[in-house]
């Protein structure tokens, strides 16, 4: 039973424009929330956080913004670069998971010049 | 300075035979963790190690097992190898391992044949 989902195994998007990475959690109990950003043959690099007690975190051209209600959460890249094209991943921790993180499935992002 | 550092970064067993992994973290961190990775799968949380102590553990069976050495560096252990245990084995480490965003290391990759 996957706790921590990403329904898009990948999405092309153009370069300059926006893209829009979701994930949905089952556990109403996760009170933090990840993104990592993963290139091949590398280890996941983190990318921005999010607290629950919190509904936007932005970093540069970084935002996440979290739905509690809904349990669901998105990383927004704008502008998108090509330099962005990667597997991003969504991690949640919390409840009986402490401070371990559980991992979503990724989306891999391609920015197309 | 210097990341975490994980060896060898392939690896090739026969099912049956036992696997060792290394993990050298960020100098100044005492939490280790490791993660499985298998296509579709995302990251599952294997074990955390904190001060030599293993805090944390995933649902994995017991053939997977580690520890944490007195300099922080970590070791994975897989017994009786099953092909299905061909993953790409992260090993990320942090300060503290509360709610804080983990390092990782690029990786180990076990293939079992």
């Known amino acids: 039973d996957q706790q921590v989902k990403q329904n898009s195994p990948s999405l092309s998007v153009q370069e300059g424009r926006i893209s829009i990475l979701n994930c949905d959690y089952t556990?109403?109990?996760?009170?933090?929330f990840l993104w990592y950003k993963k290139y091949p043959a590398e280890g996941p690099t983190f990318l921005i956080s999010?607290?629950?007690?919190?509904d936007k975190n932005e970093d540069g051209r970084f935002t996440v913004f979290l739905n509690k209600s809904a349990k669901h959460l998105s990383l927004h890249i704008v502008p998108s670069q090509p330099g962005d094209s990667a597997v991003y991943f969504c991690?949640?921790?919390?409840?009986?998971?402490?401070?371990?993180?559980?991992f979503g499935p990724g989306t891999r992002l391609s920015v197309l010049p | 300075k210097a990341g975490v550092t994980q060896t060898p970064r392939y690896l090739i067993k026969t099912r049956g035979q036992q696997v060792t992994l290394s993990c050298s973290p960020i100098?100044?961190?005492?939490?280790v963790s490791w993660y499985q990775q298998t296509p579709g799968q995302g990251l599952q949380f294997l074990f955390e190690?904190?001060?030599?102590?293993?805090?944390n553990k995933g649902n994995f069976p017991g053939r997977f097992s580690g520890r944490q050495f007195s300099n922080s560096r970590s070791e994975m252990n897989v017994s009786t190898l099953e092909l299905g245990d061909s993953a790409l084995y992260l090993c990320?480490?942090?300060?503290?391992?509360?709610?804080?965003?983990?390092?990782f290391g690029s990786g180990t990759r076990l293939t079992v044949v």
């Open positions: 100098s100044g961190h005492r939490s």
């Open positions: 990320a480490s942090s300060a503290t391992g509360v709610n804080y965003g983990y390092t």
């Open positions: 999010i607290s629950s007690i919190k």
């Open positions: 991690a949640a921790s919390g409840g009986d998971y402490g401070q371990n993180f559980v």
């Open positions: 556990n109403s109990m996760f009170d933090y």
């Open positions: 190690y904190f001060s030599e102590t293993q805090r």
